[in-house]
């Protein structure tokens, strides 16, 4: 090819001018995991509103100090209580109605919020890292350890639980800690069985072989490669076991076993507000209704979280 048949070579894909205009592409973002899961859960409106609602329970309760009109013990004899000595129906001052002592029933509803919603976190953070310790010691190690730790599960459930958490009340003198420590005592078995049941397809995954091939010790490979996967998991049952928690709470307390007068919680409020069922039902009707929002807000959450960590959802 001779220098002027060089010169006369055009490229086959020189751009246009259409091309040139054209902006370059962008490089796609990368969205991570928690970013993805948000993604997907606040798709799900229901769950969203459930989530605002728990959220504004919390900040009521975090805030009772400031936000109650009056303290939740303080006995109005003469203004909070009618001629005959029967609790107000809800008025200008007394936003929500007294109660049988002539107490702030809106005080008394906003600390007892927090002491439940206190109970019931607490109880449920020594639920699940219980059952993350004996569950994923069980399915980690195998072999003896397994068998022993999965016979305390199988003993832990077939003992009748509400049973022995009254008779462990009466022993340890009513109390909020008691509350939780006998609350947690009895919820940890089922979860145990589900991390350890997820642990062992963990522990024979690529990584994991990867991780002892190169000498790794087990320790480091169950708390760096193995628990971060239990996370989501542990997340939806959290969210799962909080609405048991409140409930068991609630009954220790209407059978006056669980929180001592005269501190509030919604359980103790719906014990005291029985005798006056009749003449003044929204003693029962408040607390009732802050339970049950609680309880229904958890449960729609934990769907919620419950779709949007599925790994086959992902990406979509």
């Not at 993805?36 to 805030?63: C, G, K, N, Y």
């Not at 069922?277 to 419950?306: C, D, E, K, Q």
């Amino acid at each position: 090819m001779s220098t002027a048949e060089i010169g006369q070579v055009v490229p086959n894909h020189a751009p246009s001018r259409a091309d040139l205009a054209q902006p370059a592409a962008l490089p796609r973002s990368v969205v991570s995991w928690w970013g993805d899961v948000w993604r997907r859960f606040r798709r799900q409106r229901l769950s969203l509103v459930a989530a605002a609602v728990l959220i504004i329970l919390a900040l009521l309760a975090v805030l009772a100090p400031v936000i109650s009109p009056y303290d939740p013990t303080q006995q109005f004899r003469r203004e909070g209580l009618s001629p005959l000595g029967e609790p107000l129906a809800p008025n200008s001052r007394f936003w929500l109605g007294t109660d049988g002592l002539g107490r702030d029933l809106l005080s008394r509803l906003l600390w007892g919020g927090r002491i439940s919603l206190t109970i019931g976190i607490s109880a449920t953070a020594i639920v699940m890292t219980t059952a993350l310790l004996i569950g994923g010691t069980a399915g980690f190690a195998g072999s003896k350890t397994d068998f022993l730790l999965m016979r305390l599960v199988d003993l832990m459930i077939s003992v009748p639980q509400f049973f022995v958490m009254l008779l462990l009340v009466v022993v340890l003198q009513p109390g909020v800690w008691v509350v939780v420590l006998v609350v947690s005592l009895f919820g940890w078995p089922y979860p145990a069985r589900v991390f350890r049941s997820q642990i062992l397809s963990l522990k024979e995954s690529d990584f994991v072989l990867a991780a002892r091939a190169l000498g790794v010790p087990e320790r480091r490979i169950f708390v760096r490669h193995v628990l971060p996967h239990l996370l989501p998991l542990v997340t939806v049952y959290s969210a799962l076991s909080m609405p048991g928690v409140i409930f068991a709470e609630a009954s220790l307390s209407f059978l006056g076993l669980g929180v001592p007068p005269p501190t509030p919680s919604w359980g103790s409020m719906i014990q005291d507000g029985m005798q006056y069922y009749r003449a003044a039902p929204w003693l029962v009707l408040y607390p009732g209704l802050a339970i049950t929002l609680a309880v229904v807000s958890f449960n729609l959450v934990a769907s919620g979280l419950r779709e949007a960590m599925d790994p086959a959802q992902r990406g979509r």
